[in-house]
């Protein structure tokens, strides 16, 4: 208890809620800049469980935002180097990592046996299947999101508040809205988003209702503003009960936006032997035990153990598929 000495003087948390923190299990969805500050916050706090989930690797250029991660990590998948960090800030976290694109297929898996879910993916797409989940499983979860100088941050506890669909009913469709890679990100904007949404997790775990309303910042100018929000009569996921997001196949590729790389999905369960997939290859390299990078002459290709695939040197998906199949097979 000597470590959370000045949380245990806080007449908010105290010996039983840092008892409460300490049985707490919470999955953070997306460890890019939101999520790494998010799971550092909770690790220091003592969350006594965090399930930490990423599709991606590190790149150098995550290195001036993302916290958990520095140049000896460039390449390896971020859950894994996530749980690395964490585990050498507070050994007492139980932390484990899945590198795996959150799906209709895992997400139950994923939000199963945890108290809570905080996003930090940056994805509607996601978010949509993370609200149909979290909705039909009566898990509660923060949603957080950046964009320029502008953050966003909601608490959703199923039958309580308003979904995700009540506040915004259909998926924005591609090229509707900006992005992180259009609009840009100010770098100080996620840590504050991320430390806000941390801050209610720790809340809810010690039994205090956390915040009701949307909260929007704009932090150019300091300016936080709290709205009033509503279950809105109707919603499809929570008033109906219409889990559309968790009935859809996911896509086959994904373009990853400002990336010049494709993601693939092979569309089935799979579990590569990377080994015997290194040994293949003239000139490919294992990160970690969920990733091998094959370097082709043009291309990169990261094959994940559960059969992803990025490709790296094209943004055109027929072209990444083909590559696909062509040297892991399919
Ligand atoms: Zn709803």
Redesign the pocket.
């Known amino acids: 208890m000597e470590r959370y000495a000045r949380q245990l003087v806080l007449p908010e948390i105290g010996e039983e809620g840092q008892s409460k923190i300490i049985e707490g299990s919470v999955a953070v969805f997306g460890l890019g800049a939101l999520g790494s500050t998010i799971s550092e916050a909770l690790a220091r706090t003592g969350v006594g469980k965090l399930r930490l989930v990423d599709r991606d690797f590190v790149e150098v250029s995550n290195l001036n935002h993302q916290i958990l991660y520095s140049e000896k990590d460039i390449g390896m998948p971020k859950a894994e180097a996530a749980v690395d960090r964490i585990k050498k800030i507070n050994s007492d976290v139980e932390t484990e990592g899945e590198v795996v694109d959150i799906n209709p297929n895992n997400i139950e898996k994923l939000i199963e046996d945890v108290d809570m879910v905080l996003d930090g993916t940056d994805n509607m797409e996601v978010r949509y299947i993370i ?1 149909d989940a979290c ?1 039909k499983y009566e898990v509660p979860w923060i949603y957080t999101a950046v964009l320029g100088t502008y953050g966003m941050s909601l608490n959703l506890i199923p039958e309580k508040t ?6 915004i009913p259909e998926k924005p469709s591609a090229g509707e809205m900006e992005t992180c890679e259009t609009a840009g990100v100010l770098s100080t904007l996620p840590r504050i988003m991320a430390n806000i949404a941390a801050t209610e997790a720790i809340k809810f775990l010690t039994g205090i209702s956390m915040r009701k309303e949307l909260l929007t910042v704009d932090i150019w100018n300091s300016d936080f503003e709290l709205t009033d929000v509503e ?2 009569e109707g ?5 109906d009960r219409d889990f559309e997001f968790l009935q859809s196949e996911g896509a086959m590729t994904t373009e990853l936006c400002g990336r010049g790389a494709v993601q693939i999905n092979p569309g089935e369960k799979v579990e590569l032997d990377l080994t015997t997939l290194e040994e293949r290859f003239e000139s490919s390299e294992l990160k970690g035990e969920n990733l091998i990078k094959v370097y082709l002459e043009d291309y990169t290709l990261n094959i994940f153990k559960d059969g992803r695939g990025i490709i790296e040197g094209t943004e055109d998906s027929k072209k990444a598929k083909s590559l696909y199949s062509r040297y892991i097979g399919n």
């Open positions: 609200n909705v308003p979904c995700l669909r009540c506040i279950r809105r919603c499809r996921t929570c008033a």
